[in-house]
């Protein structure tokens, strides 16, 4: 199984989104990164004399950008789970994702024989997770137009106290988990 | 003062809109192929307040809105039940027009007003399959918006073809 973790935060460093998909990965310590030539990781999953056994890698990915290389463009389609987390913006998908999500539309419809599972962890600043609703609706909208098979979403509110806790108290992402 | 905000090619723009779209009582924000994408910095809320730190042709999208008392109208292909993403990048672009302060409003969390101003929101949503699904959560959508920009809905459409536009504007 090959799962993408995909952070939807424009922020370079200390984003929400990250702290969550870091959280949810260390949740999964025995998968390790799949390596850049798309080779098997060799982690332990499956033991060293049989790797590439399992077939199992997590990879992280950041849409920073309103675009999407061909290679991650290829990779991802390649995956059985796509995970989104990212912020809230204005009731919504941030633009610079919803482009992301619009040319993965255009590549991913046209595969056939794919069952592709998706969920997508909303937060925001505002106390209630349920003003992420929207965003998740429109996600849920996404797998529909894509074809893709919609999992679960979670919206998270009061996200702005994280931030926080990362930029008072000079906090790296890496420091922080979802318990603290 | 107006404000139109739409996502119409140049060409589109001039064959469908009337000439009073772009008279001295309307704002016109259309896509110059320019537009930045907001990096979530809060720049436009903590270092200069109403201004965006990204000085392009939509760094005072926040102000822009204030000028605005009458009706902002938005045409917008619907993507997933939400805007296309240039009218997307305009409205991330604009959240300098409520304050950082939050309030409580109708029994949910908001942000405070900056400006004293009001408008009413109309949204025309073209698209030649837009699900049902999709137009559900729109309606929502501009709901929600309009909550947190504390204005009033006036319209929700949704058209098949964009030159349908030029009936309902004018």
């Known amino acids: ?180 | 003062m107006k404000l139109l905000i739409h996502d119409l090619e140049e060409s589109q723009a001039k064959a469908l809109l009337p000439a009073s779209a772009s008279t001295d009582n309307t704002i016109v924000i259309s896509d110059d192929g320019t537009i930045r994408n907001c990096v979530g910095c809060f720049g436009c809320w903590i270092k200069t307040p109403a201004a965006c730190v990204i000085r392009d042709n939509y760094g005072d999208l926040g102000e822009t809105l204030a000028k605005c008392d009458d009706e902002l109208v938005i045409i917008s292909e619907c993507f997933y039940g939400g805007f296309s993403p240039f009218v997307k990048n305009v409205m991330d672009r604009a959240i300098s027009y409520v304050h950082p302060d939050f309030v409580i409003r109708n029994k949910e969390m908001h942000h405070k007003r900056r400006y004293r101003n009001h408008f009413d929101l109309t949204v025309w949503f073209y698209g030649a399959d837009i699900s049902e699904n999709e137009k559900a959560t729109a309606l929502e959508l501009v709901q929600a918006n309009a909550d947190n920009f504390d204005c009033t809905v006036r319209k929700v459409g949704f058209i098949k073809d964009i030159s349908e536009i030029e009936e309902l504007i004018k």
């Open chain 1, 1 to 180: 199984m090959k799962i993408a973790l995909i952070n939807g935060s424009p922020k370079a460093n200390g984003s929400v989104s990250a702290l969550i998909l870091q959280s949810l990965r260390e949740r999964f310590p025995d998968h390790q990164e799949q390596r850049d030539d798309g080779a098997c990781c060799t982690c332990s999953t499956c033991g060293s004399d049989t790797s590439g056994a399992c077939g199992t890698c997590i990879n992280t990915y950041h849409f920073s950008k309103p675009q999407i290389n061909q290679q991650d463009l290829a990779e991802l389609a390649a995956c059985d789970t796509l995970v989104f987390a990212f912020p809230l913006y204005v009731d919504g998908i941030p633009s610079h994702l919803l482009s992301c999500l619009s040319q993965m539309e255009g590549y991913l419809k046209p595969l056939a024989s794919k069952e592709m599972r998706v969920y997508a962890i909303v937060n925001c600043g505002f106390y209630e997770g349920r003003q992420n609703q929207h965003a998740l609706d429109m996600m849920q909208n996404w797998c529909a137009k894509t074809r893709l098979i919609w999992g679960h979403g979670l919206g998270i509110g009061g996200a702005m106290g994280w931030r926080q806790q990362i930029k008072v108290n000079g906090l790296k992402v890496r420091d922080l988990s979802l318990r603290k």
